[in-house]
Nanobody, 125 residues
Framework: VQLQASGGGLVQAGGSLRLSCVASGIMFRYNHMGWYRQAPGKERELVARVDTSGSPNYADSVKGRFTISRDNAKNTVYLEMNSLKPEDTAVYYC????????????????????WGQGTLVTVSS
């Protein structure tokens, strides 16, 4: 199983980036997909997730600015990030999980089965 994340970089506040995560070795369409981030000295937090039907869910801190989507034909999940803020600076990780969970459990990183290697997003002020 491999989750290959890409698209990070350095951007000014107010700018945009699109992250991609290509999955292999899993039946992608049957997996829930998520994006986490981890800033220096902070815990890993769930930013957004998308279920197998394509329905998204977002952390309050990114609602209205970030959009998660998936393309099952390409085994890829995306995270479109707009109006970026310096506090969005972090390493972003994609994750996958086959089975559903109760809503409150999704934010627990231990519940996710597979992880990508992370891509660094730096937002300058």
């Amino acid at each position: 199983v491999q989750l290959q994340a890409s698209g990070g970089g350095l951007v000014q506040a107010g700018g945009s980036l699109r992250l991609s995560c290509v999955a292999s070795g899993i039946m992608f369409r049957y997996n829930h997909m998520g994006w986490y981030r981890q800033a220096p000295g902070k815990e890993r937090e769930l930013v957004a997730r998308v279920d197998t039907s394509g329905s998204p869910n977002y952390a309050d801190s990114v609602k209205g600015r970030f959009t998660i989507s998936r393309d099952n034909a390409k085994n890829t999940v995306y995270l479109e990030m707009n109006s970026l803020k310096p506090e969005d600076t972090a390493v972003y990780y994609c994750a996958a999980r086959r089975n559903n969970l109760i809503a409150s459990a999704w934010s627990d990183s231990r519940q996710w089965e597979y992880w990508g290697q992370g891509t660094l997003v730096t937002v300058s002020s």
